[in-house]
């Protein structure tokens, strides 16, 4: 590996100081005999997006920013923001909500469903189980009136916690999207940053809510309807969706030797094709590239200038190994960029997401992995910054 070396500021860096190095890259050719699925053509699935969710690099993408009625992967929304509630202390999963009656008539029966009664008491952690893994449109909103007082609360939640996530293709009409005259939106980027948050915000939720082979209320058992668990190797969940008027649609993820992939398909025209879709978009994903390791986990990947701090510059590190995926059997240089928006301004605390590494090579999509500081820089006192001056006098 190549020394990293400074490049010149240029207007459309991010960063006062962005480096740059040439990482010559010896690919691995694909086994004799190895075939790589096709990637599925637009006919089949309109909206199409495959993401590696470690280094964030787009595999494959097809409309991933036009808009579409997402039906009942909406409920992930709801799920995200109950398990933000659940980490702020302000929905605990043994709390008990009682379905009011004008809930229940609202969503007694209606479409996918727990079979909730007018007076039942349902404990949190049944209903995020049954939304997530039977769909239940009641307990969605039953979830969303007994925490926020009413279904039209919860969802203006769900509204803002999508802006704080920049998810600004989507809006939500409703905590379980059920067709409401397209109030209800998204894009796939949105939902693979849905998918994002979900998984490294919430992991411990995520594993034990998300992706079970089916779910038992009441003695009435239903199965999951995911295409992927059980069927593909690795596959976890998250949620399947279809109505008349948007099709099938699908937010999944797969895990896979430490990598995990996350998909997105909308527009589907049927359920037996949106599983063959699934399938072959996760299995073109971990067969037809190599990944290449670039920083092995806790290796400091490079700084970033501080600006009124106790130090005049901050290490940085990924979260774990830095990868990007490369067409397998291709042996191209790449290019590495630190971005940030600096120089960076003191206080900052070890551990606090401040940048990001842009690795780049012919031919692919660039991956973009999150950096962090690697140690806590405080506000400069009156000598610090003495010695930050004439330091950079000097510099």
């Keep these: 590996m190549m020394p990293l070396r400074p490049l010149r500021r240029k207007p459309r860096l991010i960063a006062p100081l962005a480096l740059l190095f ?8 694909a086994a004799p005999g190895a075939v790589t699925p096709a990637i599925p053509t637009a006919a089949e699935a309109p909206v199409a997006l495959l993401v590696d969710l470690n280094s964030g690099q787009v ?19 709801t799920l995200y923001l109950a398990f933000e509630l659940m980490e702020a202390g302000m929905l605990d999963p043994q709390q008990v909500f009682v379905v009011r009656p004008e809930v229940a008539r609202a969503w007694r029966r209606k479409g996918s469903t727990m079979f909730l009664d007018s007076g039942e008491q349902v404990r949190v952690e049944d209903l995020l189980l049954g939304i ?13 009136d007994g925490q926020a007082g009413s279904v039209a609360a919860w969802t203006a939640q769900m509204n803002r916690a999508a802006w704080g996530l920049g998810m600004n ?14 109030k209800t ?6 939902l693979v940053t849905l998918a994002r948050a979900m998984i490294t915000r919430h992991p411990d939720k995520f594993g034990y809510y998300i992706g079970r082979i089916g779910f038992d209320y009441k003695g009435i058992a239903q199965v999951n309807h995911d295409p992927m668990i059980g069927r593909v190797a690795g596959a976890d969940g998250i949620k399947t969706g279809f109505t008349n008027e948007s099709g099938f649609s699908y937010l999944g993820t797969a895990r896979r030797n430490g990598q995990r992939l996350v998909l997105v398909l909308a527009g589907v025209e049927n359920g037996r094709l949106r599983a063959k879709l699934a399938k072959s978009y996760v299995e073109w994903g971990f067969a037809a590239f190599d990944r290449r390791a670039l920083f092995a986990a ?3 990947v490079g700084e970033a200038r501080v600006q009124d701090g106790d130090a005049r510059s901050v290490t940085l590190k990924a ?14 240089e790449l290019t590495a960029t630190i971005r940030y928006d600096g120089p960076l301004r003191a206080p900052i605390a070890r551990g606090q997401e401040v940048a990001f590494l842009e690795v780049s090579a012919p031919g692919v999509s660039p991956a973009r992995v999150p950096l962090f500081s690697d140690e806590t820089v405080e506000t400069a006192g009156p000598i610090d910054r003495i010695i930050n001056a004439a330091l950079g006098l000097l510099s």
């Design 169 to 182: 293709g989507s809006h939500w009409g409703s905590p379980n999207g059920f067709p409401d005259e397209g």
């Design 59 to 77: 595999l494959h993408a097809r409309n991933p920013d036009r808009r579409f009625m997402p039906a009942s992967v909406t409920k992930v929304m």
């Design 185 to 190: 939106f998204t894009t796939a980027s949105d």
């Design 298 to 300: 806790g290796a400091i």
């Design 319 to 332: 979260a774990g190994p830095v990868t990007i995926n490369l067409p397998r059997g291709s042996t191209p």
């Design 132 to 144: 997530a893994n039977v769909s239940a449109n009641d307990g969605a909103a039953v979830l969303g």
């Design 22 to 29: 040439a990482l010559p890259v010896h690919a691995l050719m």
